[in-house]
């Protein structure tokens, strides 16, 4: 008991950090089955955050086969040849560490946070992972009826789960994008054995991954583990899918109404913007910081504190490998009609088209980019991802330590300009969220 609770504080500390950002060291090579490996150390906390990025998300699955990437999040922690299903998250309890993993529409990511002197088994649990994943149907079943309950609690049950399903099912038409990272019930439901065993040879495949791994580790000895577990696993010679699709531009608003099981009506708005690491992006990020990040923000100062037409609001845009989205909402408040929420939200938006932020304010949103970017690098683990990101996306492991310059090269003039670009009634998505009619 007292092991864990020391390691519990152990990871704690290893999440904080100085409130100064300095240079992160990393080695970087391919192994010869085209695994790409990213090695940072960080002797300041004994623990460790062992990683692996695969390539795939739920734009790389078929249309009538949505959900896969999400339910293989799930799938590989049932087992492999050698360890028995139910196992894979006992290992890491008992050696004082904790594990996830994530999904998105360009890429499933992996992790183990240990002790250090547990990387050799964070390492054998992810190339048991990649090359002998149990697949098969007791525990696709198994998860099958997972990711359907936390379907209906996500989004068929959750007041305004749909917002993202439903938005985004209307600003694409062609591109993948346009189906939730979940998937849909019946495809769900559909999906056989084979197809899941298709799906796993096809993108779990060393040359579709990126292992990396930050901590206190010692290079030379990580590189011979890695060699170890991973050095013989075999590339599937297999093309692997990359969607080619380029969704059309909108030319004029999409406008719908979604009843939903809510109290208050809502409106969601949104436009399509340019894909990460695009100059255009980095404007329009710090636009969405400028709308609606904190209490002091545009959107929440005027809906919330002064009109109080809203109880909530917000702005986010969605960093996607390929042309993504920006979503502005608002939840009215009692009494408030859904119009008046939406004009108010134009209101603000038109403000930032038509008038140059103050210096006073533009040195506030420097400051917040900078603090959020130097946060989000500030731990073991969100290191391992980020090194992962930038090759990944990218193709340039070092953005981790240059980045945050293309948000400083931002000008008040970008941001404006970005805001007349790309948030104009033509190149969004409308949508009223009322509540459903009760009937007598």
């Known amino acids: 008991m007292k092991k864990n609770i020391l390691w519990v504080l152990l990871i704690l500390l290893g999440y904080c950090s100085n409130a100064q950002m300095n240079k992160i060291d990393f080695v970087e090579y391919t ?40 339910f293989f999040e799930h799938l590989l922690f049932e087992g492999s040849e050698n360890i028995e299903r139910g196992e894979y998250d006992k290992y890491i309890e008992k050696a004082g560490g904790t594990l996830n993993a994530n999904t998105t529409y360009d890429r499933t990511y992996y992790f183990e946070i240990l002790p250090s002197n547990q990387l050799e088994l964070g390492l054998w649990l992810e190339s048991e992972r990649m090359l002998h994943a149990k697949v098969e149907n007791e525990g696709v079943e198994t998860q099958r009826e997972v990711v359907k309950e936390e379907r209906r609690q996500r989004i068929d049950n959750q007041p305004y789960g749909s917002i993202l399903q439903e938005s985004l099912k209307r600003a694409y038409k062609v591109h993948p994008y346009q189906w939730p990272v979940i998937g849909y019930m019946e495809h769900l439901n559909a999906a056989e054995e084979i197809d899941y065993k298709n799906f796993y040879n096809d993108f779990y495949t060393p040359n579709n991954a990126i292992l990396s791994i930050a901590g206190d580790i010692d290079i030379d000895e990580a590189k011979k583990y890695i060699d170890t577990y991973f050095g013989s696993i075999p590339v599937k010679n297999k093309t692997i899918y990359r969607p080619k699709a380029v969704e059309p531009e909108l030319t004029k608003e999409i406008r719908d109404t979604i009843y939903d099981n809510i109290q208050l009506p809502a409106v969601v708005m949104t436009y399509r913007i ?3 690491g695009t100059p255009d992006y980095y404007a329009v990020s710090m636009l969405g910081t400028l709308l609606s990040q904190g209490q002091s923000s545009r959107l929440y100062k005027a809906l919330v504190d002064e009109e109080q037409k809203a109880v909530f609001v917000g702005n986010f845009p969605l960093g996607l490998e390929d042309p993504g989205v920006s979503i502005a909402f608002g939840i009215a408040n009692m009494g408030v009609d859904v119009n008046e929420v939406e ?18 304010e533009f040195q506030k949103l420097r400051n917040q980019t900078e603090n959020d970017f130097i946060s989000g690098n500030s731990r073991i683990a969100g290191i391992a991802e980020s090194l992962a990101n930038y090759k990944m996306y ?29 948030y104009h009634v033509n190149n969004r998505v409308t949508l009223h969220y009322l509540p459903k009619p009760v009937n007598p």
């Open 343 to 360: 004009a108010s939200i134009n209101a603000q938006i038109e403000r930032t088209q038509n008038e140059l932020i103050s210096d006073e």
């Open 274 to 276: 340019p894909a990460q």
């Open 31 to 70: 192994l010869d089955n085209g695994l790409h490996v990213i090695l940072h150390q960080d002797k300041s906390t004994p623990i460790v955050a062992v990683s692996v990025m695969y390539h795939v998300g739920s734009k790389n699955e078929k249309p009538d086969r949505t959900g896969f990437a999400h």
């Open 394 to 422: 990218f193709g340039d492991t070092n953005l981790i330590n240059t980045e945050l310059e293309r948000y400083l090269a931002v000008t008040k003039e970008d941001i404006q300009r970005v805001a007349k670009k790309y």
